[in-house]
């Protein structure tokens, strides 16, 4: 999960870390009185969850108080990349002397966490990469030592060797991998870092992303709804406790594993049908939870057909036929239901269904066959 500009920000003041005087504003006429506090050139800031914002125009600097809420109005109706502003952030103007780059960041491949560094900020750093490699120091950090003075040191040059500019940096640095851990971020990066007249650091900007398998224990940002990215239809499915992905097509697949889900995925294009979406039950499903996912997935408009696939281990095929059976009669009559039942109690699962006139199959790809017919008829 992406955090907003202002929500990263109110992390950093927590620990300390600079930043601008400023406010969130929802209306341009809130952003008037806020820049009138403030009282001085102000910075108007888009809250969208993409970067770029500069160059989208959603990131204006506002020298004449008196333009404020012309500018603040403009900004809320500018989409980014596709995105609707929440809000804008009005914040006090900085002089900048130099933009610096630092971030935290996951490194997948290497599978250990990135401290990256330049000496060219406000820019995006896989351009600063390609034009000013020089420019970059990249610190691996070892997990279990966690981030040493010797590494930051490397930092050193990339400052000219300002002493007093480097323990300033050097705390940043020690601050936002203390943030990464504790937030479970995939990132967190500030760009640019702001080196003002006075020989002060602030973060001018803040990028956070969580990891949402720690979600459970970041219970304090769960709250917060940043979920623009997600498909109205995946976040239903999360609120009901399921993994829901949604796709292109007509077909919806409910199963018991999300390998069992990719498998019918297949196998459904290779008889040409598309898949609406997929929705995983996970172990252990009972009938309830069984009907709960049917009325999930009726709620993607695109979908005219449903396949239930499953694999009975832990998981009872009789229990989950309960729950078919019960689900039915809320499906409307022009969507098709197929099911295949296999493993635990087959036989029971499949009785169950016959007795309200849906036939089950044991394989899978006569279940598919199945539901092509009776899609292609209807
Ligand atoms: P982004 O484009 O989404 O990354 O938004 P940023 O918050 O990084 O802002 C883009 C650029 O606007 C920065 O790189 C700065 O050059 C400039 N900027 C932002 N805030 C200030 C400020 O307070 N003073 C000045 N002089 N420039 C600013
Ligand atoms: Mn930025």
Do not use: W
Request: charged share 30%.
């Amino acid at each position: 999960m992406k955090l907003y500009e202002y929500q990263v920000k109110e992390i950093f003041s927590k620990y300390r870390i600079n930043i601008q005087k400023g406010k969130l504003a929802k209306t341009p006429q809130e952003a008037k009185q806020i820049a009138a506090v403030i009282g001085g050139p102000v910075v108007l800031k888009s809250q969208v969850l993409v970067g770029g914002r500069g160059k989208a125009g959603g990131v204006k600097i506002v020298d004449d108080l008196s333009d404020v809420e012309k500018v603040a109005d403009k900004i809320l109706e500018t989409e980014i990349k596709g995105y609707k502003p929440k809000a804008i952030l009005v914040l006090e103007k900085i002089e900048i002397k130099q933009e610096f780059y630092l971030s935290v960041v996951l490194d997948r491949k290497m599978k250990k966490t990135l401290v990256i560094f330049s000496s060219f900020g406000g820019m995006d750093i896989e351009e600063v990469s390609k034009k000013h490699p020089k420019k970059i120091v990249k610190l691996y950090v070892e997990e279990l030592l966690g981030i040493q003075d010797f590494h930051i040191n490397r930092l050193l040059p990339l400052v000219d060797n300002n002493r007093e500019m480097f323990l300033k940096l050097k705390k940043i640095v020690k601050t936002l991998y203390s943030i990464y851990k504790k937030y479970d971020c995939l990132i967190v990066e500030i760009n640019p870092l702001a080196l003002t007249d006075k020989g002060d650091l602030i973060a001018l900007d803040g990028k956070m992303e969580i990891d949402n398998n720690a979600n459970y224990r970041q219970k304090l940002l769960v709250d917060i709804d940043n979920k623009d990215k997600e498909n109205p239809i995946e976040l239903i499915g999360k609120k009901a406790g399921f993994v829901v992905i949604k796709l292109k097509g007509n077909i919806s697949i409910i199963s018991n594993g999300a390998g069992l889900a990719l498998s019918t995925l297949d196998l459904l294009h290779k008889y040409n049908m598309g898949v609406a979406n997929i929705l995983d039950l996970s172990g252990g499903a009972t009938p309830e939870k069984v009907i709960q996912a049917v009325k999930v997935v009726l709620q993607d408009k695109d979908v005219k057909g449903i396949l239930f696939n499953i694999f009975g281990g832990i998981t009872r095929c009789d229990e989950i036929a309960r729950g078919i059976a019960g689900a039915l009669k809320s499906i409307p009559e022009d969507i098709s239901v197929v099911c295949r039942l296999q493993g635990t109690n087959r036989e029971e699962g499949i009785n169950i269904l016959r007795d309200v006139n849906l036939d089950a199959e044991t394989y899978l790809e006569e279940t598919v066959k199945n539901i092509v017919l009776k899609m292609n008829r209807g």
